[in-house]
């Protein structure tokens, strides 16, 4: 296969145009027939790695996924692709097995989704055989691989019996996908699925188009308030993580009365609550998931565009891993967390409770590692340097440099030259010997008398009292600094012991110069505004329209929005507004199928658009020529929307209670759907609803104390106005302030 055919192949099943890092690679691997592995972070891409080699090859591929909820969706996402795919797990009735299975004899499945304990129970392993005679077996692919081993976090026994696969079908080849960084778990991988001399990729973990930020809590009020702020600043879907699900139901309901649409997710929940409410966040019907970490595992909704950890994670690892559900299709998404020093307490407490269930022991080991943890947690949210470097470090990555996007390279703190500091704290590492934390080093450099360092006859070294002239404060903020610059490593046993590496070297030699971010004030940060990407009104207006259309469809095949298209292929499709079938195909995300099922609906929407905003001469569209493609939009406009369906009856002259009964919706549905036209840019005359004195009146409350909280908009008004009315007004008014 020329790689030429292979981008061919992207683009016809998958839409794309180009291979993401690394993808080619193993791909070609794959298909030359050799053992792979994959090791690409959350929303590197690692599906099509299997995914087009598949469709590529004769015969079937079998997948493992260790979570049903995963399976359906790609499942689901492949054949909006137009791609025969299939999965088996025990939540299917016998007779659906049978069906499944004889689709696959059948040849036309490409790709079978199978749970690890399935693959290994009752006569699956005979049917294998059959398909393998019958129609060939192309590949296997084990997704979350490293849950093969035990130093993972999500180890699971039945994937160990992954083995048999190598055994039974040597000349399968076999490729293994994880998003777990560290060198351990993939060398147990290795081993554990017996690949045989695999053709490894491991991709960087650098997630560009995450925005780094840690906003320190002042108060529980002021918290709570810019927790709202932050989330009213936010488009599109995002989670709240909390610490307890106390915390979780309490937020959830607060935000829900300041008008933003958030539901709970904790353990505590019945199971049914819990697939509810995570199938309405996956739909959009809802925007923000208040979730404690018992959510986000196996949830690959890829137009998250924020998570907020508004209590401290308790490591780094969860930290990266959770924030990491943000922004997988690529999209720019923000990382936002809180900073509280009563949320520390609590998790120190936490910690304290750690004891053997057996003896009521406390668990020392246990409990060391988890506030060195904890303390790392720390040090990266008071971190003065790029956060994204701070971050992967962690997984053994050296970046330097302004990543330009995280809070402290965005607004960087002044730079001092701490070289020769540097060189005392790490020569006075090297003379003890490399057996001592952070802080006993500083009391060795600030000449300290305590009973530790006389002891040691520390006070005999030459970098004893050294470093008199500085405080307590700037050293520590020091030794955080070279740890978070790589200039010093520590230990992970609890202990936290400082250890000299090359870097370390380099700087003792005069062969480095340190530069330490300077915090003058301890004014507590503001929120750094980013700048935002400028695109035109209209293209703005277009996107909210053609977003409505995706949702509207989306519900009526019970599917997440973005399995129709992802918010990149929506964006680029309100900037370059295709009218023909020819423009339309050339979007990224569009491929043959999609392009039959979609592209007219969609042309419609964007040609109604244009009576209202005509294109500039320019646009693509109107030099393409090929008019006879284009779609006239009178015949499509009905198709588009329950939104529309509840203006057309609105505008026809009925009121809304008889919308709603005629359409069995509540009421409080028909005004939102004329909120959110108001706010898509629609012009809606809504005297009829709202008397003009009282739309002045609403119209002064909200710009006297703004728009953000429809509760205190409701109390303002002495509580004399509806939440409905005070909605549809207040969508004229954002709209009018930024037609956003
Ligand atoms: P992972 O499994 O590694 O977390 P996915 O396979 O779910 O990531 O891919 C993440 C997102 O990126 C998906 O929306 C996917 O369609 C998209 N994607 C994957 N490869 C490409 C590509 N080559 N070009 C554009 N988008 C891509
Ligand atoms: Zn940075």
Same mark, same amino acid.
């Given at each position: 296969?020329?790689?030429?055919?292979?981008?061919?192949?992207l683009?016809?099943?998958?839409?794309?145009?180009?291979?993401?890092?690394?993808?080619? !690679?193993?791909?070609?691997?794959?298909?030359?027939?050799?053992?792979?592995?994959?090791?690409?972070?959350?929303?590197?891409?690692?599906?099509?790695?299997?995914?087009?080699?598949?469709?590529?090859?004769?015969?079937?591929?079998?997948?493992?996924?260790?979570?049903?909820?995963?399976?359906?969706?790609q499942?689901?996402?492949?054949k909006?692709?137009?791609?025969?795919?299939?999965?088996?797990?025990?939540?299917?009735?016998?007779?659906?097995?049978?069906?499944?299975?004889?689709?696959?004899?059948?040849?036309v499945?490409?790709?079978?989704?199978?749970?690890?304990?399935?693959?290994?129970?009752?006569?699956?392993?005979?049917?294998?055989?059959?398909?393998?005679?019958?129609?060939?077996?192309?590949?296997?692919?084990?997704?979350?691989?490293?849950?093969?081993s !035990?130093?993972?976090?999500?180890?699971?026994?039945?994937?160990?019996?992954?083995?048999?696969?190598?055994?039974?079908?040597?000349?399968?080849?076999?490729?293994?996908?994880?998003?777990?960084?560290?060198?351990?778990?993939?060398?147990?991988?290795?081993?554990?699925?017996?690949?045989?001399q695999?053709?490894i990729?491991?991709?960087?973990?650098?997630?560009?188009n995450?925005?780094?930020?840690?906003?320190?809590?002042?108060?529980?009020?002021?918290?709570?308030?810019?927790?709202?702020?932050?989330?009213?600043?936010?488009?599109?879907?995002?989670?709240?993580?909390?610490?307890?699900?106390k915390?979780v139901?309490?937020?959830?309901?607060?935000?829900?009365?300041?008008?933003?649409?958030?539901?709970?997710?904790?353990?505590?929940?019945?199971?049914?609550?819990?697939?509810?409410?995570?199938?309405?966040?996956?739909?959009?019907?809802?925007?923000?998931?208040?979730?404690?970490?018992?959510?986000?595992m196996?949830?690959?909704?890829?137009?998250?565009?924020?998570?907020?950890?508004y209590?401290?994670?308790?490591?780094?690892?969860?930290?990266?891993?959770?924030?990491?559900?943000?922004?997988?299709?690529?999209?720019?998404?923000?990382?936002?967390?809180?900073?509280?020093y009563?949320?520390? !307490?609590?998790?120190?407490?936490?910690?304290?409770?750690?004891?053997?269930?057996?003896?009521?022991?406390?668990?020392?080991?246990?409990?060391?590692?988890?506030?060195?943890?904890?303390?790392?947690?720390?040090?990266?949210?008071?971190?003065?340097t790029?956060?994204?470097?701070?971050?992967?470090?962690?997984?053994?990555?050296?970046f330097?440099?302004n990543?330009?996007?995280?809070?402290?390279?965005?607004?960087?703190?002044?730079?001092?030259?701490?070289?020769?500091?540097?060189?005392?704290?790490?020569?006075?590492?090297?003379?003890?010997?490399?057996?001592?934390?952070?802080?006993?080093?500083?009391?060795?450099?600030?000449?300290?008398?305590?009973?530790?360092?006389?002891?040691?006859?520390?006070?005999?070294?030459?970098?004893?009292?050294?470093?008199?002239?500085?405080?307590?404060?700037?050293w520590?903020?020091?030794?955080?600094?070279?740890?978070?610059?790589?200039?010093?490593?520590?230990?992970?046993?609890?202990?936290?012991?400082?250890?000299?590496?090359?870097?370390?070297?380099?700087?003792?030699?005069?062969?480095?110069?340190?530069?330490?971010?300077?915090?003058?004030?301890?004014?507590?940060?503001?929120?750094?505004?980013?700048?935002?990407?400028?695109?035109?009104?209209?293209?703005?207006?277009?996107?909210?329209?053609?977003?409505?259309?995706?949702?509207?469809l989306?519900?009526?095949?019970?599917?997440?929005?973005?399995?129709?298209?992802?918010?990149?292929?929506?964006?680029?499709?309100?900037?370059?507004?295709?009218?023909?079938?020819?423009?339309?195909?050339?979007?990224?995300?569009?491929?043959?199928?999609k392009?039959?099922?979609?592209?007219?609906?969609?042309?419609?929407?964007?040609?109604?658009?244009?009576?209202?905003?005509?294109?500039?001469?320019?646009?693509?569209?109107?030099?393409?020529?090929?008019?006879?493609?284009?779609?006239?939009?009178?015949?499509?406009?009905?198709?588009?929307?329950?939104?529309?369906?509840?203006?057309?009856?609105?505008?026809?002259?009925?009121?809304?209670?008889?919308?709603?009964?005629?359409?069995?919706?509540?009421?409080?549905?028909v005004?939102?759907?004329?909120?959110?036209l108001?706010?898509?840019?629609?012009?809606?005359?809504?005297?009829?609803?709202?008397?003009?004195?009282?739309?002045?009146?609403?119209?002064?409350?909200? !710009?006297?104390?703004?728009?953000?909280?429809?509760?205190?908009?409701?109390?303002?008004?002495?509580?004399?106005?509806?939440?409905?009315?005070?909605?549809?007004?207040?969508?004229?008014?954002?709209?009018?302030?930024?037609?956003?």
């Amino acid at each position: 296969m020329t790689s030429d055919s292979l981008q061919q192949a992207l683009k016809q099943y998958f839409g794309y145009d180009s291979f993401r890092a690394g993808q080619r !690679e193993i791909i070609e691997a794959h298909l030359a027939g050799r053992d792979t592995l994959a090791i690409m972070p959350t929303g590197g891409g690692k599906s099509i790695c299997f995914q087009l080699p598949a469709l590529l090859k004769d015969g079937v591929t079998i997948v493992v996924s260790p979570l049903i909820a995963l399976m359906q969706d790609q499942v689901t996402a492949l054949k909006e692709n137009g791609i025969g795919a299939t999965f088996l797990n025990s939540t299917l009735s016998g007779r659906e097995a049978n069906l499944r299975s004889q689709a696959i004899l059948d040849g036309v499945i490409k790709l079978t989704y199978v749970a690890p304990e399935r693959l290994f129970a009752g006569q699956f392993i005979e049917f294998l055989n059959i398909v393998n005679q019958k129609i060939g077996i192309a590949g296997f692919a084990i997704d979350e691989a490293h849950c093969v081993s !035990e130093w993972g976090h999500d180890f699971r026994p039945e994937y160990r019996q992954l083995r048999q696969i190598r055994q039974l079908y040597p000349d399968v080849p076999v490729i293994g996908l994880t998003a777990t960084a560290t060198e351990r778990v993939r060398e147990d991988i290795n081993q554990q699925l017996g690949l045989y001399q695999p053709y490894i990729h491991v991709a960087s973990f650098n997630r560009t188009n995450l925005y780094y930020e840690v906003i320190p809590k002042q108060g529980t009020e002021q918290s709570y308030l810019n927790l709202l702020q932050q989330i009213k600043r936010m488009q599109g879907s995002g989670i709240v993580y909390c610490l307890s699900r106390k915390r979780v139901t309490e937020i959830a309901d607060r935000l829900r009365e300041d008008g933003i649409a958030a539901i709970p997710y904790h353990a505590g929940l019945s199971t049914k609550e819990r697939e509810e409410n995570q199938t309405r966040w996956i739909r959009d019907d809802v925007q923000v998931m208040v979730a404690t970490i018992a959510f986000g595992m196996g949830i690959n909704k890829p137009d998250v565009r924020f998570v907020i950890h508004y209590d401290l994670p308790r490591n780094i690892e969860g930290y990266y891993q959770e924030s990491g559900r943000a922004g997988r299709d690529g999209e720019d998404s923000h990382c936002t967390l809180f900073l509280g020093y009563q949320d520390l !307490e609590t998790i120190k407490y936490l910690i304290a409770q750690k004891v053997d269930p057996h003896s009521n022991e406390p668990l020392e080991a246990e409990q060391r590692i988890a506030h060195q943890q904890l303390r790392q947690v720390v040090d990266y949210a008071e971190g003065v340097t790029c956060r994204r470097a701070i971050l992967l470090r962690y997984f053994g990555e050296n970046f330097h440099g302004n990543c330009r996007n995280c809070d402290n390279c965005l607004t960087p703190k002044p730079m001092e030259d701490w070289t020769v500091e540097s060189q005392k704290f790490l020569s006075c590492v090297a003379r003890t010997k490399e057996r001592f934390g952070a802080g006993h080093i500083i009391d060795v450099l600030r000449g300290s008398r305590k009973e530790k360092v006389l002891q040691h006859q520390h006070d005999q070294l030459s970098t004893y009292g050294i470093g008199k002239d500085r405080s307590l404060d700037e050293w520590r903020q020091l030794s955080r600094s070279l740890l978070h610059q790589g200039y010093l490593t520590q230990t992970t046993d609890g202990y936290a012991i400082l250890k000299l590496n090359d870097r370390s070297w380099e700087v003792m030699r005069g062969q480095r110069n340190v530069l330490l971010p300077i915090e003058r004030d301890t004014e507590p940060a503001t929120v750094v505004e980013r700048e935002t990407s400028e695109s035109p009104v209209d293209v703005e207006i277009l996107f909210k329209r053609l977003r409505l259309l995706r949702k509207n469809l989306a519900d009526g095949q019970e599917v997440p929005p973005y399995v129709i298209f992802s918010n990149a292929t929506l964006n680029q499709m309100a900037e370059q507004q295709p009218t023909t079938r020819k423009d339309f195909a050339k979007l990224s995300g569009v491929g043959a199928k999609k392009l039959e099922q979609y592209a007219d609906d969609f042309i419609a929407i964007i040609l109604e658009h244009h009576l209202q905003y005509p294109p500039a001469e320019t646009t693509a569209s109107v030099n393409s020529g090929i008019k006879t493609e284009s779609v006239t939009p009178k015949s499509k406009i009905s198709k588009a929307g329950t939104q529309r369906e509840t203006l057309a009856m609105y505008e026809n002259g009925l009121d809304i209670d008889e919308i709603a009964r005629d359409r069995g919706l509540k009421p409080a549905t028909v005004w939102t759907h004329l909120a959110q036209l108001l706010e898509s840019g629609y012009a809606i005359n809504i005297d009829r609803l709202v008397s003009p004195e009282r739309q002045n009146v609403i119209y002064e409350a909200l !710009e006297f104390i703004g728009g953000d909280s429809l509760r205190n908009l409701f109390e303002h008004l002495r509580e004399e106005y509806t939440y409905d009315e005070i909605k549809v007004v207040r969508a004229i008014w954002q709209n009018e302030k930024e037609p956003l």
